[in-house]
């Protein structure tokens, strides 16, 4: 199984919309000292998910979010 994820950050007041096999795995990735968009805060937090069979899916799904650039979709879209 394929994940679309979307992570938001209290620190940054920001979301993160990404796509992975191992949601668990990437979390920590996330939260972890690196350098990247995520790598600046340590507080990403899990918002939202769905679910794919393939990975082409969930890039196609990933991109679309995205391509949206917009908050308050991606807002309306968490519920």
């Keep these: ?15 993160y919309v990404g796509s992975t096999c191992n949601i668990e795995h990437r979390l920590l990735q996330h939260n972890s000292k690196h350098k990247g968009f995520t790598g600046t805060t340590n507080d ?3 918002v939202y998910t769905e679910e794919f069979a393939t990975k082409s899916e ?4 990933e991109k679309e979010i995205k391509n949206w650039k917009s908050r308050r979709r991606i807002e309306q879209l968490i519920g």
């Design 44 to 46: 990403w937090q899990l």
């Design 58 to 61: 969930v890039l196609k799904r």
């Design 1 to 15: 199984m394929f994940y679309m994820y979307i992570l938001f950050s209290k620190t940054l007041n920001k979301y």
